[in-house]
């Protein structure tokens, strides 16, 4: 009878695991993967807000891969209700937001809200009901650590709030990248006399027996305690830290031993999309290599979660000031392209969790663009060296990468464009447009670069300029902006594909309109 219903259990975990690719392997690995009791997928808001059906859609996904988690990281699209400033022009409805959180109660789905409660809090600081909470009266980007009265009156509140439409015994609080610590008159005095774990340790302290006192978890990004091992001592012993490691040293921000030794649990999380992608570039191998690597390591170092993350922004935002004192908006730096482009990405963490030998990128890119493209199996080697292909970046005309050019990089762009549309897709084919709008996306901004690097040459005059437009007038911009919201029409707003198209075509409509005006010159 035991023999039986051991077969029947795992004949359901078969069933339950099963890959929409079909991959029984992967099912397999699942049915036997019992080292992370938490395996998750975390969606940023900051921008490119998905619709709800999309992320209902989403969360079906993760599910049926297995995924039992969900961080979301709402930011303003969260309807706050006793602090309604907070909340932007895409925020959600609290029907909205209680709907979901039903759905993925049914697709066994824990939803764990993410507020930021030190660093990264400009949507919240921006509106000067907060002021008095600033780190710096100039940079919104980070709370005074001193004002702990004030902050936890703040954060309790939305934490009550978030309590009060999530299930989940977990509240992510944040934590990460507070570069302005110390930065106050106050904070430094106590900086310059206890140090600065004393005086970020204090502060998340605070933070996290809040939580406790509320009855739920408290997750922490780790990389300041890193830093400053001894904001350690004082927490509560309930804290739960996040490892994230897009792809370095495990002590890069600091002795990852200490952390080891703390006694805190500890949960990991690689990325999909990260620094330095942008809508210009994407390093698709460095994302799989972080999940080639890193999830064996979590694994060894007997983690207990493995969070995937997804980033639709750097994190950080260049203010627009409408006076010296007064800021009108703030702009997010590095935005990514959409997280509907990256399924292959995302399958890839699947494979890479529930695989006990790790993953082979080559390997996989190759079967996946087989399995969900019907390519061939040299057209698969192609496609994949053309995603990988000189994904550098260009800072202040020079390539990030020593011994290339510009010049080289559109070539670079251009040849990796004509590969993948000459790909003979069988099947998804909505998918695979989104590698092609990429890379044209890509092309266009080089060509751009190309341009204004002729125009920054000190010898460069207006005779030069018919032949500058000339190579800008050339680049499907318009195509490139209808098929961006066709391709994306399910995932985004209109307003937001509208903001997209206009961030993202910033430099060529400026180029344009000097260059426009220097050949008018000369007529």
Same mark, same amino acid.
Request: glycine content about 6%.
């Given at each position: 009878?035991?023999?039986?219903?051991?077969?029947?259990?795992?004949?359901?975990?078969?069933?339950?695991?099963? !890959?929409?690719?079909?991959?029984?392997?992967?099912?397999?690995?699942?049915?036997?993967?019992?080292?992370?009791?938490?395996?998750?997928?975390?969606?940023?808001?900051?921008?490119?807000?998905?619709?709800?059906?999309?992320?209902?859609?989403?969360?079906?996904?993760?599910?049926?891969?297995?995924?039992?988690?969900?961080?979301?990281?709402?930011?303003?699209?969260?309807?706050? *209700?006793?602090?309604?400033?907070?909340?932007?022009?895409? +925020?959600?409805?609290?029907?909205?937001?209680?709907?979901?959180?039903?759905?993925?109660?049914?697709?066994?789905?824990?939803?764990?809200?993410?507020?930021?409660?030190?660093?990264?809090?400009?949507?919240?600081?921006? !509106?000067?009901?907060?002021?008095?909470?600033?780190?710096?009266?100039?940079?919104? =980007?980070?709370?005074?650590?001193?004002?702990?009265?004030?902050?936890?009156?703040?954060?309790?509140?939305?934490? *009550?709030?978030?309590?009060?439409?999530?299930?989940?015994?977990?509240?992510?609080?944040?934590?990460?990248?507070?570069?302005?610590?110390?930065?106050?008159?106050?904070?430094?005095?106590?900086?310059? =006399?206890?140090?600065?774990?004393?005086?970020?340790?204090?502060?998340?302290?605070?933070?996290?027996?809040?939580?406790? =006192?509320?009855?739920?978890?408290?997750?922490?990004?780790? %990389?300041?305690?890193?830093?400053?091992?001894?904001?350690?001592?004082?927490?509560?012993?309930?804290?739960?830290?996040?490892?994230?490691?897009?792809?370095?040293?495990?002590?890069?921000?600091?002795?990852?031993?200490?952390?080891?030794?703390?006694?805190? @649990?500890?949960?990991?999380?690689?990325?999909?999309?990260?620094?330095? %992608?942008?809508?210009?570039?994407? %390093?698709?191998? &460095?994302?799989?290599?972080?999940?080639?690597?890193?999830?064996?390591?979590?694994?060894?170092?007997?983690?207990?979660?493995?969070?995937?993350?997804?980033?639709?922004? =750097?994190?950080?935002?260049?203010?627009?000031?409408?006076?010296?004192? %007064?800021?009108?908006?703030?702009?997010?730096?590095?935005?990514?392209?959409?997280?509907?482009?990256?399924?292959?990405?995302?399958?890839?963490?699947?494979?890479?969790?529930?695989?006990?030998?790790?993953?082979?990128?080559?390997?996989?890119?190759?079967?996946?663009?087989?399995?969900?493209?019907?390519?061939?199996?040299?057209?698969?080697?192609?496609?994949?060296?053309?995603? /990988?292909?000189?994904?550098?970046?260009?800072?202040?005309?020079?390539?990030?990468?020593?011994?290339?050019?510009?010049? @080289?990089?559109?070539?670079?762009?251009?040849?990796?464009? &004509?590969?993948?549309?000459?790909?003979?897709?069988?099947?998804?084919?909505?998918?695979?447009?989104?590698?092609?709008?990429?890379?044209?996306?890509?092309?266009?901004?080089?060509?751009?670069?190309?341009?204004?690097?002729?125009?920054?040459? @000190?010898?460069?005059?207006?005779?030069?300029?018919?032949?500058?437009? /000339? /190579?800008?007038?050339?680049?499907?911009?318009?195509?490139?902006?209808?098929?961006?919201?066709?391709?994306?029409?399910?995932?985004?707003?209109?307003?937001?594909?509208?903001?997209? +198209?206009?961030?993202?075509?910033?430099?060529?409509?400026?180029?344009?309109?000097?260059?426009?005006?220097?050949?008018?010159?000369?007529?």
């Amino acid at each position: 009878m035991k023999k039986l219903i051991k077969i029947l259990v795992y004949t359901f975990l078969l069933v339950l695991f099963w !890959n929409f690719d079909g991959s029984i392997a992967q099912a397999q690995a699942a049915a036997d993967a019992k080292d992370f009791p938490v395996r998750g997928f975390h969606l940023d808001l900051r921008i490119q807000v998905m619709k709800m059906p999309a992320l209902k859609a989403f969360a079906l996904q993760l599910s049926k891969n297995g995924i039992n988690t969900l961080v979301m990281e709402w930011e303003g699209t969260y309807p706050f *209700e006793k602090h309604v400033v907070i909340s932007n022009k895409y +925020a959600y409805s609290r029907n909205e937001v209680k709907s979901f959180i039903s759905y993925c109660d049914s697709l066994k789905i824990d939803v764990i809200p993410l507020q930021q409660s030190f660093g990264h809090v400009e949507y919240i600081l921006k !509106n000067y009901r907060y002021q008095e909470l600033r780190e710096d009266q100039k940079d919104y =980007s980070q709370v005074n650590p001193i004002k702990e009265e004030l902050c936890k009156s703040l954060f309790t509140d939305l934490f *009550e709030d978030l309590i009060s439409t999530h299930r989940s015994k977990y509240i992510h609080i944040g934590g990460d990248e507070t570069y302005l610590l110390g930065r106050s008159v106050e904070s430094k005095r106590k900086a310059d =006399s206890l140090g600065m774990g004393r005086l970020y340790g204090d502060y998340i302290k605070m933070l996290c027996e809040t939580v406790v =006192s509320m009855g739920k978890i408290p997750l922490v990004w780790a %990389d300041i305690a890193l830093k400053y091992p001894d904001a350690l001592k004082s927490l509560p012993k309930e804290t739960i830290f996040i490892d994230w490691n897009y792809g370095w040293e495990l002590d890069r921000f600091g002795d990852h031993e200490k952390l080891m030794k703390s006694g805190f @649990q500890i949960w990991g999380s690689p990325a999909l999309r990260s620094g330095p %992608d942008s809508y210009f570039s994407t %390093d698709w191998n &460095k994302h799989l290599d972080n999940i080639r690597v890193f999830i064996p390591q979590a694994r060894t170092l007997g983690y207990k979660g493995m969070i995937m993350t997804s980033w639709s922004t =750097s994190g950080i935002y260049s203010q627009i000031f409408e006076t010296h004192s %007064d800021i009108m908006d703030l702009h997010a730096i590095r935005r990514v392209y959409p997280i509907s482009g990256f399924n292959l990405l995302i399958d890839a963490f699947f494979k890479g969790l529930y695989s006990k030998k790790g993953l082979v990128p080559s390997d996989f890119v190759v079967d996946y663009a087989k399995r969900t493209y019907g390519l061939s199996d040299a057209d698969a080697k192609s496609f994949w060296n053309a995603l /990988k292909l000189a994904p550098y970046e260009v800072r202040q005309g020079k390539v990030s990468k020593e011994g290339f050019t510009v010049g @080289q990089l559109c070539d670079s762009a251009l040849f990796s464009l &004509k590969t993948l549309k000459e790909m003979k897709v069988v099947k998804a084919q909505t998918e695979y447009a989104h590698y092609i709008l990429m890379a044209n996306i890509r092309y266009n901004y080089l060509i751009c670069i190309e341009v204004e690097s002729e125009l920054n040459k @000190q010898g460069f005059n207006r005779k030069q300029s018919p032949e500058l437009l /000339k /190579k800008l007038k050339a680049l499907n911009t318009d195509v490139v902006d209808a098929d961006f919201a066709k391709l994306n029409a399910h995932l985004l707003d209109d307003r937001e594909i509208a903001e997209e +198209a206009r961030l993202r075509n910033f430099r060529y409509a400026d180029l344009i309109s000097r260059l426009q005006k220097m050949n008018n010159a000369l007529l």
